[in-house]
């Protein structure tokens, strides 16, 4: 899935998406820290915050099989380490592994959710504007804009590399092993150094100094 394709929702007119982006970045992160002082097996919270986020998912308007395809791979790290983690913690004499571990995961799936909740009713231009009212850096900010605005374009030309070394490796199957995957992955690396250079000295050309940073923030504002 790309990372653009919960771009549609957040532009769109619904309940949430109408709401300030520091609102909903408070109401996240509070909701976040409260999953996270939630103390393991207390299950009848858990389902309290599930069904918080549950409601959330409904009201924004979000596929949830979409949500879902999006989540699936982070989750599967995260119950493998989870299971590492719930091995060596201290409660695990009291409520056992299991317990444990799928509190562990439960968290972190919960938290999961609501940040995929808050980027799919809010642009993330919008996201770095609530974020810069709220007080983070401009220096910060901008980095973030400018992630965001050539992630895409790093993302394409990775694309386009691999369709071109499948063309000349004369390979039926489409998907590539990993040693071409680490080796394409390493070309694009050096490409995205001198992108970036090519960026920098474009910027300088045309007259920024480093210091005034607020026109490259015009798109969050």
């Given at each position: 899935?790309?990372?653009?394709?919960?771009?549609?929702?957040?532009?769109?007119?619904?309940?949430?998406?109408?709401?300030?982006?520091?609102?909903?970045?408070?109401?996240?992160?509070?909701?976040?820290?409260?999953?996270?002082?939630?103390?393991?097996?207390?299950?009848?919270?858990?389902?309290?915050?599930?069904?918080?986020?549950a409601f959330a998912l409904g009201v924004s308007?979000?596929?949830?099989?979409?949500?879902?395809?999006?989540?699936?791979?982070?989750?599967?790290?995260?119950?493998?380490?989870?299971?590492?983690?719930?091995?060596?913690?201290?409660?695990?004499?009291?409520?056992?592994?299991?317990?444990?571990?799928?509190?562990?995961?439960?968290?972190?799936?919960?938290?999961?959710?609501?940040?995929?909740?808050?980027?799919?009713?809010?642009?993330?231009?919008?996201?770095?504007?609530?974020?810069?009212?709220?007080?983070?850096?401009?220096?910060?900010?901008?980095?973030?804009?400018?992630q965001a605005r050539y992630l895409f374009v790093?993302?394409?030309?990775?694309?386009?590399?691999?369709?071109?070394?499948?063309?000349?490796?004369?390979?039926?199957?489409?998907?590539?092993?990993?040693?071409?995957?680490?080796?394409?992955?390493?070309?694009?690396?050096?490409?995205?150094?001198?992108?970036?250079?090519?960026?920098?000295?474009?910027?300088?050309?045309?007259?920024?100094?480093?210091?005034?940073?607020?026109?490259?923030?015009?798109?969050?504002?």
């Open positions: 899935m790309r990372l653009d394709a919960f771009e549609p929702h957040a532009e769109s007119d619904g309940l949430l998406q109408r709401l300030d982006p520091r609102l909903k970045l408070l109401a996240t992160l509070g909701f976040v820290i409260a999953v996270v002082v939630t103390p393991l097996g207390s299950w009848r919270l858990f389902a309290f915050e599930a069904l918080g986020v308007g979000l596929p949830p099989r979409a949500a879902f395809e999006r989540a699936l791979g982070f989750l599967a790290l995260v119950a493998f380490l989870a299971a590492l983690a719930a091995t060596a913690h201290p409660a695990r004499r009291e409520l056992g592994w299991a317990v444990c571990a799928g509190s562990i995961l439960l968290k972190n799936a919960l938290a999961l959710f609501a940040v995929l909740v808050l980027i799919g009713v809010t642009p993330l231009r919008m996201l770095i504007a609530g974020l810069r009212r709220l007080g983070m850096p401009t220096p910060l900010a901008v980095t973030l804009q400018l790093l993302l394409d030309e990775l694309e386009r590399m691999a369709q071109a070394r499948r063309a000349r490796s004369f390979r039926r199957g489409g998907r590539l092993d990993w040693g071409l995957l680490t080796s394409l992955l390493g070309v694009l690396f050096v490409r995205s150094l001198e992108r970036g250079e090519r960026v920098h000295a474009s910027m300088l050309a045309r007259g920024w100094n480093g210091a005034d940073l607020e026109p490259l923030l015009d798109d969050a504002a």
